[in-house]
């Protein structure tokens, strides 16, 4: 059998497969879409097979693969990954047989948007002829970025010849149709790369849709709108522009396609017409998912908590903590990685590419392997010396106060304002990613220690823990958690109690804490509590007004040392004054480098405490 033939032939008798052999050494004048003596012939053995077969036809007219498909769909070949980013098409049609006179179907329009087919004919036999459904892309119209799918009405086949001039029989005009294909073609490029040319300049983010399965799983855990609010705000922290959210119902994300398969393929039309790069999957992606849709759109692929993962590369500040983002990434990545074009090596061109794993998104997985075992070693190292670090501090009984909370709940806001300091705060997710530690002074040579620290998110995956470790081993032996909270935030229910559940798993379950509801400059009065009415160790504040923590910054030095946390003051330099309205006295802000890579300390115990 030739190896032009695609497809099985395994019940083909010999003089049929000679017959299919033959239909691929045919030749197309360049400038026709199909002859009429080919149409009639794939047709006529396509009955005789009761089976479809398509002809892939180059530019030059050469037909480059014959494909048997079954009675009602073809299974097209893979072609090698080309990405025609420069609004080039594959420059090849694919003409086939209908047994049926159906209409293209939305796999057929799928084929075509995937492959970037120059065009696409389907033949069927009827009464008065061959007739003809063609569909082709186009740009999309009206100043919309990106391609749409142009189909055009049902023609006789006969009009498609040079001679016809593409009128029908009682001489009407169908000027739309490519009855010169390569006048169409060269045409239809030039328009498709003048667009992609107006898109680059443009100059937006990747263009990225979620595609969300909502599992039974999730809506156990509720909150499926906060969730999806979230991921906007996980793309727009990651510079990614949001096109389009997808969502489908379901028990479970079907263990092949993620989505089910049809749906599927909808999805790739619409992001073929939005010019969509990038595919973000909710909630997480098996390795052979990833794979199979990746095979299957010819986008790039990743999922939440790889999106996750990308925002912590781009934040990582200090050496420790871009070894632990480089380390989480490698964790994450290694089981998915099961050759060329998946997970592994989708972020680089896309959103990542500046994190601190983008120099290894080709490697494989030994050389990942290698490099996990060599960061852990570091990370072993620099862990010895953080705990160094952190029984001097002990001994000297400067008691810790470790402020927690939901990302963007206004931590690190919180800490500049009492401290005086300048800490990244900003309008984004995971802004914090290395801890932050400052010294606070109160009156009476009193001194505590504030630990600034990466927000927690819903659905915390294990590498992602692993990441967050240097500053949560320092959490679960903190003296006093400030649990902040942003009042505003409707999902601010399951944001406390995701939050705890991360406390829960850190072994910080047990330690005191405050309740810091914060934001509260945005909620009208009535939506605060009276301050009599408030829960004992609940404070609202606005942590963009000093004198709105007042009260919290005296109930912390209450809850340390008059009820006797804390026996003696720090090795103290003299007692200072309390500036006018502020209830703390600051010293000038000390950062101390304090970050680091080290397993989840859930042996670590809080310093011990004379209750
Ligand atoms: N109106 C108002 N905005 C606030 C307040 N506190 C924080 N913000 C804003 O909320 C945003 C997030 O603040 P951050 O301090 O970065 O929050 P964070 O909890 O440290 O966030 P991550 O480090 O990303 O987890 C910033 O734009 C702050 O300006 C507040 O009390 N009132
Ligand atoms: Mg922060």
Not at 68 to 87: I, M, N, W
Not at 255 to 271: I, Q
Request: with cysteine; hydrophobic share 40%.
């Amino acid at each position: 059998m030739s190896d032009v033939v695609h497809g099985d032939t395994s019940n083909l008798k010999p003089s049929q497969a000679r017959a299919l052999g033959r239909l691929g050494e045919r030749r197309v004048p360049a400038d026709q879409v199909v002859t009429g003596p080919l149409a009639r012939d794939l047709l006529a053995l396509s009955h005789e097979l009761n089976r479809r077969i398509g002809l892939f036809i180059d530019r030059r007219g050469r037909i480059s693969r014959v494909i048997l498909g079954d009675a009602h769909s073809l299974e097209l070949p893979e072609f090698e990954r080309v990405r025609g980013a420069d609004g080039r098409l594959r420059g090849i049609r694919l003409v086939s047989s209908h047994l049926v006179p159906d209409p293209l179907d939305r796999e057929e329009l799928a084929d075509l948007a995937k492959l970037r087919l120059d065009l696409i004919a389907a033949l069927h036999d009827s009464p008065g002829g061959v007739q003809v459904d063609l569909a082709s892309l186009q740009p999309a119209r009206d100043d919309q970025r990106g391609f749409e799918l142009r189909s055009f009405a049902r023609a006789p086949l006969a009009l498609l010849s040079p001679d016809a001039g593409g009128r029908d029989r009682v001489g009407h005009p169908r000027p739309e149709l490519p009855t010169d294909f390569t006048a169409f073609i060269r045409e239809l490029e030039g328009e498709l790369v003048q667009a992609t040319a107006r898109t680059v300049a443009a100059g937006h983010g990747t263009r990225a849709m979620v595609l969300q399965v909502h599992s039974d799983e999730m809506n156990r855990q509720g909150g499926i709108e906060a969730r999806q609010a979230e991921l906007r705000e996980l793309c727009r922290t990651a510079g990614v522009q949001l096109v389009e959210l997808v969502v489908q119902r379901r028990r479970y994300p079907d263990p092949k396609t993620f989505l089910g398969s049809g749906k599927l393929r909808e999805v790739l039309v619409r992001a073929l017409e939005q010019d969509v790069e990038l595919l973000i999957c909710d909630p997480e992606l098996s390795a052979s998912q990833a794979r199979v849709i990746s095979t299957q759109t010819d986008l790039m692929v990743i999922d939440r908590t790889m999106l996750i993962l990308d925002i912590f590369a781009q934040h990582a500040r200090s050496s420790d903590g871009k070894l632990q983002v480089e380390l989480a990434q490698l964790r994450y990545r290694l089981p998915r990685m099961v050759g060329k074009g998946t997970m592994m090596s989708r972020l680089a061109g896309g959103i990542g590419g500046r994190g601190p794993g983008e120099t290894k998104l080709e490697i494989d997985r030994r050389r990942a392997q290698a490099r996990i075992n060599e960061l852990d070693k570091r990370l072993v190292h620099l862990r010895r010396q953080r705990e160094q670090r952190r029984a001097r501090r002990r001994r000297s009984e400067v008691p810790v106060v470790a402020i927690v909370g939901y990302t963007n709940a206004g931590k690190s806001t919180l800490l500049n304002t009492v401290t005086d300091s300048e800490v990244r705060a900003e309008d984004k997710l995971f802004a914090t990613l290395d801890p932050t530690v400052r010294r606070v002074r109160f009156p009476e040579e009193r001194e505590v220690v504030m630990l600034d620290t990466v927000g927690f998110i819903r659905d915390l995956p294990p590498a992602l823990m692993q990441a967050f470790s240097a500053t949560l081993e320092e959490v679960a032996e903190a003296d006093l958690l400030l649990h902040v909270v942003d009042a505003t935030d409707p999902d601010n229910t399951q944001q406390i109690q995701a939050v705890e559940r991360i406390l829960d798993e850190l072994g910080a379950a047990d330690l005191d804490r405050f309740m810091v509801f914060n934001k509260c400059d945005l909620l009208p009065e009535s939506r605060l509590m009276p301050e009599s009415e408030l829960a004992v160790g609940t404070y609202q504040v606005s942590a963009l007004d000093r004198r709105s923590t007042r009260r919290l910054m005296e109930a912390i030095e209450d809850h340390l040392w008059a009820r006797g946390k804390v026996e003696a003051p720090g090795p103290g330099r003299g007692p200072r004054v309390v500036p006018a309205g502020a209830a703390t006295a600051v010293e000038p802000p000390e950062a101390e480098p304090d970050a680091g890579e080290g397993e989840l300390s859930g042996e670590a115990k809080p310093p011990a405490l004379n209750e």
